[in-house]
Each structure stands twice: as C-alpha cells, then as structure tokens.
C-alpha cells in the first residue's frame, strides 16, 4: 500500500484537513512531523500542507525551506516521489528552490522564485476568498490527471504573488508547461487582474511545478474544497466530492 | 524637502530575530554572535522636523511606547563591537496604505513621501575575517529574497 506523509512543520495548520482529504481520495496518509526527516523517507509522496510555518517569520517559507527534512524530500523527490506544497507548502518548495526545481552548476537547488506579498487594491496583507482556477497546462501530473479545466477553490494568505528577478522566467515557465493552473473567470477567461487574479500573481499564475510535474506548488486549497459543502452555492450537495478532491484522486490514481 | 528616518525596535524579545538567529547558527554561520531587527521608515518631509518627530512617534501606529524603542537616524541604532547592518527594501511601493492612513485620518502634518523596510544589525565575533562579506552571505541566503527585495550593506 502507497502511503503519502504529510509534513507537519511548526505552525502548520491545515495538515489534519489535508490527511482527510487524502483519505476521502482513498490515499492512505499519516502526519510526519518536520524534525523525523529520516522517518519521512520510507513515504511514497509528500504532501506539505498549509499554515504559517515558524510564524511566518522573515519571509513565508523561508525557515521552514532551511529545515533537515527538506533535504530529505530534497533527496526523495529526485527518485520521483511526487511532493504537492499547498499554501505555506507552496512557499516552502518555493524558498528551497524544488520549484521550480532546476539545478545550478554545484548541482543545489536554485532559488529563482518568489511568492511576493499580495497585490490587492482594496485589501492589504492577508486575503481570503474562493477563486476559480483552470487548468492551464497540458503537462501530465501526479496531481491533475481527473481535474476540471475549470473549478471554484479557495485561497487564504498574504504572499502568494509568483514573481522572479528574471523577467523572462514566468513566460519561459509557460512554454514549458510549468505553470499548471491560472486564476480565471468562472467561464474559464484568464485575465490578469484583480479580482480574477486576487494576490496581483505574475501572469495570472495559481500553481508552478518542476520540469518533470512531480512536484507541484499551488496557492489555493484544494483540500478545503473536497466536499460540496465546503463550495459556496453548492451546500445543498452535501458529502459528495468537491472538485479540490480531484487533486488527492489524482494522485492516488498515479501511486497505483 | 528634508528626510527623516527612524528605527523601530522591541523592547521585549523578538522573536522573528531570534528565530532568525537560530536558523542562521543551524546553517553554519557560527561566527554570528547577535542579530537584532529594527522596522526602518524613511519620511520625506516639508515644514517643522522637530514637530514632525515628536508627532510621528505619538501616533501608536509606528511606535507603541509600551513595547517599542524608538531612534531616529541609523547612528543611533545601539550597534558595538564587529557589526553590520543590512537593510531590507521591498521593490516597488509597498507602504502607500500607510501613508494615506499618516497623512490623512492621524493628520501627520508635512508628510509627502516615505518607504519603509527591516535593519538587521548582526554582531559578528572578535575573529571574524571579513563581515562584509558573511553579512552578505548571511542576507542572501535567509534575510532578503532577491526576487521582490533588495538588500543594502552598511558599517
């Protein structure tokens, strides 16, 4: 049996939603703290919910990416286990440079991203509302094999603004495929203002992956959209499968 | 137009500096002996500097006198020994909500312009070579994202 270790740093959050997300997919998980980097290592992929690791001190992310065990996914990650970095998650692959993932000549991971602060005209700092986002990415995934073109997913922080002191990095990480999912209308029209892009994100983008796909950094949460309920106008479909469920399936589909 | 800047510190532990500190030891940087952090605001500023600084640290929205120091210029910041500072920017204008919220309902008078950023000051050990460059070091590798911040390197 595959089994997925969800990460657990200090201030993480929402690793109990996401172990039952996992679970309503069929995947078997379990919460691995961040100081059992060893322990990690014996999971078939990892999952780094979201939160406020070390407070979000400094910069999101950016403690937390330093920490014992990201070496380790580090390692793990490069025999192709895939890793999904939701919210804080997404900071974190972002500050230890596995997303989007390339190596430099001493063969370390370069960090040449960033999730900025916001840019939001009406609201400053932390920021929390429901999004559509569309597949924008014919890149096969671990994570969006059975996902929607289009689907409604909440967001939830304050630095989730893709940027890079390359300018031409975004635009290249598109032709590659690498920008997965973008910020759109309901319809599915990306456009890249607010509130369609709600953070002020480089060219519209919700979620970058490496070269290969297996690892993925999105700022929205799927794991709060994994049951009707959780939908805004959708309630009244109770337990049935959210369309953020997609993303665990999808994953469960690939450990097969 | 006349400057002013001012230094804005805890008087009680910080915890984002120490937090900092202990990741920085963690990744080697032994010879580190201290790191403080002070929240830095430049203002720009027509008319009266010495009302204007006698208002700017009354408005509790900078500087609350309960938990706060207050310095105003980089020579006052209580530096000893074998320091550095390094001051963290955001590109782009990243206080305008805080400037209209001065200018207008606290009445801050002469206020036209300001940024703001993050002074760490690090104390480096006796023996230490070349602070310049571990301070660098030190900033690229934890303090500032080149991405969306610059960071500048002061004595």
Known sequence: ?256 | MKNVELFVGLKVADNTALTAFHALQRLGFMNLVSLRRFHYYSFFIGGDEQAFKKDIVKVDVLVNSNKNTSTFGLAKVPQSGNTRSVLVQESGDSCSGILKTLQGGLGIKGLQKMERGILWVLGFSDGTKDPDKDAGAIAKCLLYSPHYQRAVIQN
């Open chain 1, 1 to 256: 049996m595959k089994k997925v270790a969800i990460i657990l740093f200090p201030g993480s959050n929402c690793e109990e939603e996401s172990k039952r997300a996992c679970e309503s997919a069929g995947l078997v998980s379990d919460i691995i703290r961040w100081n059992e980097p060893k322990r990690c290592r014996a999971y078939d992929a990892f999952i780094l919910p979201g939160g406020w690791s070390y407070e979000d001190r400094i910069r999101a992310g950016a403690i937390a990416s330093h920490e014992g065990v990201m070496d380790a996914i580090k390692e793990e990650s490069g025999k192709g286990k895939p890793v999904l970095g939701i919210c804080n998650g997404a900071q974190i692959l972002v500050e230890s440079g596995l997303v989007p993932g390339n190596l430099s000549e001493q063969g370390k991971f370069q960090v040449e991203l960033a999730l900025a602060p916001n840019h939001n005209p009406f609201v400053s700092g932390y920021y929390c509302t429901w999004v559509n986002i569309k597949k924008a990415s014919a890149k096969k995934t671990p994570f969006t094999s059975l996902v929607d073109d289009v689907f409604p997913i909440p967001i939830a922080h304050g630095e989730g603004r893709f940027v890079s002191s390359d300018a031409s990095l975004l635009k290249k990480l598109e032709e590659s495929g690498q920008a997965i999912f973008k910020y759109c209308t309901k319809q599915g029209s990306v456009i890249d203002e607010f509130p369609v892009n709600p953070n002020g994100s480089g060219n519209a983008i919700a979620a970058i992956c490496n070269k290969t796909g297996t690892v993925m950094a999105m700022m929205p949460h799927p794991e709060r959209a994994s049951w009707m309920r959780q939908v805004p106008g959708m309630s009244s479909q109770g337990e049935r499968a959210g369309p953020g469920r997609k993303i665990f399936e999808s994953l469960r589909e690939y450990l097969k």
